[in-house]
């Protein structure tokens, strides 16, 4: 089995699981991504191998090629920056990989567009794993399949529906109550219980954990992260707040040093059982790991379209609020101090522990294989 994925925690993570199933299961498994995630796949006891460019080469050259979106919402350009800048560097690599080493069956996240291509030209199935987050609508699955043209066409073959995401089956690590039913574009779909990176270290206890994820452009939100961390403070709870930055972590805690404990990263499983509420980027990984443990959240997307999706969905399922940093005050009280919300998150908890476990999708996956 070959698992791909761009260098991304977010895009790698969520795979983690299923492949340490397959492998326990008695299936060679191997992890496809750039060598600077390799020390992330190693640590799972899996075999990491070289495939796609690093991430400053991409943003350097989505620069050079797409000047304008440097002032652009990230909205705007990101997913045409995976499709068109990341995912070529990546089929190129994993083509070779696949030459000298013929999987039977590619397993991707739904962010690395380029293992459709590879196992379609290899003539094997592919399986897309979802990040947790609420799915891509009809016209977003359009918008991949006109972007990634290209990129079938530079091995001969006409794009799929939607660039062939969900072409054979979909794994989909997000709960019923926030994904539209059923989910579009996937006629097969093999629910699993979201993937949470634990970490080491001490253990903590707060009342908010507050965090924007592991990106540095998107994570180190200095405006977002300090009116969080004050709102907080301000009402007397105890914070843990997370951001790459090393001077960004001390004028965090400088806010309010008997209540405020700064980290670069901390294992949110540990973390959350002390929390009232969440306050975060509507990332996949931290929103599921809050409702898997029934924390509320407070979402104030960066704006990646996956990002504006779980915030979307989980406004509209009750289980938080998606807010404008001005409206953080008032937001934050509402979450707290309102059972309702309150049960829905324990609804979603609910959901998340009910999803099948990786194991249960090992047998799905192994009998798509050939030969």
Not at 146 to 155: F, K, Y
Not at 189 to 200: E, S, T
Not at 219 to 236: E, I
Not at 278 to 296: D, E, M, R
Request: glycine share 8%.
């Amino acid at each position: 089995m070959l698992v791909s994925g761009v260098p991304g925690l977010g895009h790698l993570v969520p795979v983690l699981d299923l492949a340490g199933a397959l492998q326990l299961a008695g299936h060679e498994v191997r992890v496809a991504t750039n060598k600077e995630f390799h020390v992330v796949i190693a640590g799972a006891g899996l075999q990491p191998v070289s495939a796609g460019m690093s991430n400053v080469e991409m943003r350097e050259q989505r620069s050079r090629r797409w000047p304008e979106t440097d002032t652009q919402p990230v909205s705007v350009w990101a997913t045409r920056m995976w499709a068109q800048v990341m995912a070529p560097s990546t089929l190129k690599d994993l083509l070779k990989c696949m030459g000298r080493w013929p999987p039977d069956v590619v397993l991707h996240e739904e962010g690395e567009y380029a293992a459709p291509v590879a196992a379609a030209k290899a003539g094997i199935p592919w399986v897309t794993h979802g990040w947790g987050s609420p799915l891509r609508s009809a016209s977003e699955l359009a918008e991949i399949e006109v972007l990634a043209a290209a990129l079938w066409e530079s091995c001969g073959l006409d794009v799929p529906a939607a660039a062939g995401l969900y072409a054979h089956a979909l794994v989909n690590p997000c709960p019923p109550m926030l994904q539209d039913q059923p989910p579009p574009g996937a006629s097969v779909v093999w629910p699993i219980r979201p993937h949470l990176l634990k970490g080491r270290g001490p253990a903590l206890d707060a009342d908010v954990y507050i965090g924007f994820g592991t990106v540095p452009s998107l994570a180190n939100a200095r405006s977002q992260l300090t009116a969080a961390v004050r709102a907080c403070t301000s009402r007397g709870l105890r914070v843990v707040v997370t951001a790459p930055s090393e001077q960004l972590r001390r004028e965090l805690a400088q806010i309010d040093e008997r209540l405020v404990q700064a980290r670069e990263f901390v294992s949110l499983p540990a973390l959350l059982c002390s929390c009232k509420v969440v306050i975060s980027h509507a990332g996949a990984g931290t929103v599921l790991a809050s409702l898997g443990a029934g924390v509320p959240v407070v979402l104030m997307p960066r704006g990646t379209p996956s990002q504006l999706r779980m915030a979307e969905a989980c406004h509209r399922a009750g289980v938080g609020r998606r807010c404008d940093p001005a409206d953080l005050d008032a937001t934050l009280d509402e979450v707290i101090n309102d059972p309702a919300i309150a049960a829905a998150a324990g609804a979603v908890a609910r959901q998340i522990k009910e999803l099948p476990d990786a194991s249960s999708v090992v047998p799905r996956l192994a009998s798509l294989t050939i030969g």
